[in-house]
């Protein structure tokens, strides 16, 4: 089985490498990550200015552009063969509801996915990879699952781990995308050079987070996996603007 490991966090963070080698017991694996942290480029790929590929000291490679470009240019180009199976992360902190739109970590899962691979990204509940242990276990358990017992058609599964000990967890669920608050205020500040500028602010709380919902997982110490599409439409809104064609 060929592998392709990616992340939004860059290749040199602890979560991608800890990933790779957990995924060496089940065949070949290649790296592509990012060069620097490229957190919440969501599905973005760089189209002004060409891509390079380099190799770090660890056998790593990285690229100058977003998780999506890393994806995209080793399945598309890089690589001699097509991978079977694409795993992004592990990310330091969770990407649970609207979190998936921005993730760089789910996107690049994403990118295999919609080019006809297998695709799981993995995010640990942590921003400082407390119990990356933890996350390894999971991650093994959940591609081992899908070696043995393969998709009848490419899935894209987002995982969440809790920040627990393995004997602390309480099991895995199948999930919903639940719901958050409205995003807290962007924080202004002034630059050192007399220039107003903007922080984004932080993620809004939990809103839906009942039973069922990938929050509700993570709140009880169990891995939330959430199969994911990519479809946008919104069948709701046919029903709504349809009639607007006839006085258009």
């Not at 399945?75 to 979190?99: C, H, K, Y």
């Amino acid at each position: 089985m060929r592998i392709l490991v990616s992340n939004d966090d860059g290749y040199f963070s602890p979560g991608i490498a800890a990933l790779a080698q957990a995924m060496a017991h089940f065949g070949e694996v290649t790296v592509v990550a990012p060069e620097a942290d490229r957190s919440g480029a969501s599905n973005s790929l760089t189209l002004d200015r060409p891509l390079y590929i380099r190799q770090s000291a660890n056998g790593f490679h990285y690229v100058n552009g977003t998780p999506t470009d890393c994806v995209h240019v080793a399945v598309t180009g890089f690589l001699a063969q097509r991978p079977d199976l694409v795993v992004s992360g592990i990310n330091n902190s969770a990407n649970l509801a609207e979190d998936t739109l921005y993730s760089g970590t789910v996107a690049a899962a994403m990118e295999g996915f919609l080019l006809g691979i297998p695709s799981i990204a993995f995010s640990l509940a942590s921003r400082r990879f407390d119990y990356l242990e933890t996350a390894v276990e999971v991650a093994t358990r959940v591609v081992r699952h899908v070696v043995s017992q393969p998709f009848k058609s490419p899935r894209l599964l987002n995982v969440n781990i809790p920040c627990v000990s393995v004997d602390d967890l309480q099991g895995f669920e199948l999930t919903r995308l639940g719901r958050r608050h409205v995003a807290q205020p962007v924080e202004r500040a002034t630059s050192p050079r007399g220039e107003t500028v903007y922080w984004v602010g932080p993620p809004g709380g939990q809103r839906e987070a009942g039973p069922g919902t990938d929050f509700n997982a993570l709140n009880e110490n169990r891995v939330s996996i959430t199969p994911l599409h990519v479809d946008l439409g919104d069948q709701d809104g046919f029903a709504e603007v349809g009639p607007w064609l006839e006085n258009i």
